[in-house]
């Protein structure tokens, strides 16, 4: 059997990494390509899902935090900071603290998720909550790691990048070449960045032949990529991605442009309607910002832009545990809140609809 080394083993020959690099891993990468019948069925499509909610800590973070703190214990870092909207501070907390070396993230005052803030805690970061949002948060762990002795891991550092463009790898040795269209959701626009370099890299190998084109998603309320123009007070139910001003714009904008790609924006609405269709029919758990893949296909597909037939892989980049609560919403806005009974079989039985068999 051959058991999963993480990233940076399993793809040691296409990082940047040497035998002086010590491999900090939580076994992240290897997360399963999952054949969504139901959403193929909704759009005539081919479509996969890249579950990254199966990493770790829980996010697709997991992949770019192997190698940047591997890479920063390798130059002797001792403590790492990084802006967070959650997720980078959960993988940040559990990689540093696995290292033995401190973390501290600086994440948006009552922003962040539940399971995410729980997670750093957790950890042993030191976490503050700045009053400020993400935009101020990076701006400040930015400033700090010029000027003091702690290594930035968010991913303006390409280390980060690096470890994260492994997913696109993973994808074209299940569906041995790239798909025509790869969904992704952008804030930073890191993660957009980084599959569409390791597609790139497959090509280049001659892994691969075909270069998805990478279509983006940014909530309506926070969409400075779709607008053109930074968002001073980004908004959105979707806290994952509420950035104004993504740190690795340049980047996607040529992403895009090489790939043929599109970047759009999605209402709130649509965002919990497609986290409903992936939780309920494709049998999927993710957090509101991983949705808007499904909700921007979708969109895309109604507006007759994905042809039938076209294999399509959206990544889903966080695990539904993280920001459980928006399950327990219904459409039209009400609590779920589950029947109670008594303990009573036949009454029991009546609630489920079932008739005693003969
Ligand atoms: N999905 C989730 C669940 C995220 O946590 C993030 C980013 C993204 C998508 C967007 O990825 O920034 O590479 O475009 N979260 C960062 C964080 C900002 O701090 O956890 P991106």
Known sequence: AHLWRGVIREFADRLDVSDATPVITLGEGGTPLIPARALSERTGADVWVKYEGMNPTGSF?????????????????????????????ASAAAYATHAGITAAVLVPEGKIAMGKLSQAVAHNAQLLQVQGNFDDCLDIARELAANYPVHLVNSVNPDRIEG??????????VLGDGPDFHFIPVGNAGNYTAYHRGYRE?????AASTLPRMFGFQAS????????????????????????????????????????????AIDDDKILEAHRILSAEVGIF??????ISVAGLLERS?????????????????????????????????????????????????????????
């Open 302 to 358: 109604e507006a007759g832009a994905i042809p039938k037939g076209a294999r399509v892989v959206l990544t889903v980049t966080g695990h539904g545990l993280k920001d459980p609560q928006w399950a327990l919403r219904a459409a039209d806005g009400s609590d779920v809140t589950p029947t109670i009974v008594p303990v009573d079989v036949p009454e029991i039985a009546g609630v489920l609809g079932l008739a005693a068999s003969a």
């Open 221 to 264: 309320g926070s969409a400075p990529i779709v607008l053109g123009e930074p968002v001073r007070h980004p908004e959105t139910i979707a806290s994952a991605i509420r950035i104004g001003n993504p740190a690795s714009w340049e980047l996607a904008l040529s992403a895009r442009d090489d790939s043929d790609g599109y970047f759009g």
């Open 164 to 173: 994260q463009k492994t997913a696109a790898f993973e994808v074209v040795n």
């Open 61 to 89: 973070k997991d992949r770019g935090m192997t190698m940047a703190i591997s890479k920063a214990v390798e130059h002797g870092a001792k403590a790492v900071i990084c802006a967070s909207t959650g997720n980078t501070s």
């Open 202 to 206: 497959e090509i280049a190998r001659g």
């Open 286 to 291: 993710v957090e509101p910002a991983s949705a």
